[in-house]
């Protein structure tokens, strides 16, 4: 298999439907953690990059996995100095790791062309 470029920026849609959070959720933690401030672009629709949805992630977690309020979880975030990379190493979250999250993008793209083949069947 070819190793494909990866998208630098992704939608709020394409966020929400890879970490299983939804949209609302996503623009409310921009609201409360200060270490997710995703770009906008002209239209003003955010643009995520890998770094912002690593920071999903680690909040997710604290908040879903470690039972962390949003207090207690911006806390967290604020003693790890509003470095989600190093919490997320601490925390065990995968993609962590360079490189892998870009992987598992790239299985799950071709894991839907699979899907939408068999459906076209």
């Not at 849609?13 to 401030?37: I, M």
């Not at 690593?54 to 100095?81: D, F, H, P, R, V």
């Not at 071709?110 to 459906?119: S, Y």
Request: proline share 4%; glycine share 6%.
């Amino acid at each position: 298999m070819k190793q494909k470029a990866q998208k630098l920026y992704y939608s709020i849609g394409d966020v929400s439907e890879l970490v299983g959070v939804k949209a609302h959720v996503l623009r409310y933690w921009e609201t409360q953690f200060p270490a997710l401030k995703p770009r906008k672009n002209r239209a003003g629709n955010r643009t995520y990059r890998v770094g912002d949805i690593k920071c999903i992630l680690t909040i997710k977690k604290l908040l879903y996995e470690k039972g962390y309020t949003i207090a207690g979880a911006k806390q967290k975030l604020k003693e790890s100095n509003n470095n989600p990379d190093a919490l997320s190493m601490q925390l065990d979250i995968p993609f962590a790791e360079p490189g892998k999250f870009e992987i598992v993008l790239s299985l799950k793209e071709d894991l839907l062309k699979l899907k939408k083949l068999v459906d076209n069947l």
